[in-house]
């Protein structure tokens, strides 16, 4: 059974930083490109970062220059470093990966930006 475990959410203040983790389970983990997306409340979810087999990156256009996605594929885990936070980036952040057609989530971690 494929499981995404987000971990590494909290409360900052504005200008701080944070590092998302996400453990994969339940797949060969090097096989599949794991991204990263946000909801923020009344708003839709969004994808905020995503890194393929080969380590190969793409951004929102709002984070990019402020967080990096990495993967550990011996750890099974993808991280998401997030420097220079801003208000805006309040939202659950969730972990994903398209196993066989359909996307796989893990439960979120909520992340809380303050001016």
């Known amino acids: 059974q494929v499981q995404l475990v987000e971990s590494g959410g909290g409360s900052v203040q504005a200008g701080g930083s944070l590092r998302l983790s996400c453990v994969v389970s339940g797949l060969n983990f090097r096989d599949y490109s794991i991204h990263w997306h946000r909801q923020a409340p009344g708003k839709q979810r969004e994808l905020v970062a995503i890194?393929?087999?080969?380590?190969?990156?793409d951004y929102l256009t709002s984070v990019k220059g402020r967080f990096t996605i990495s993967r550990d594929n011996l750890q099974n885990t993808v991280y998401l470093q997030m420097n220079s936070l801003k208000v805006e980036d309040t939202a659950v952040y969730y972990c994903?990966?398209?196993?066989?057609?359909?996307?796989?989530w893990g439960q979120g971690t909520q992340v809380t930006v303050s001016s």
């Open positions: 890194i393929g087999t080969t380590g190969i990156t």
């Open positions: 994903a990966t398209d196993v066989a057609g359909l996307t796989r």
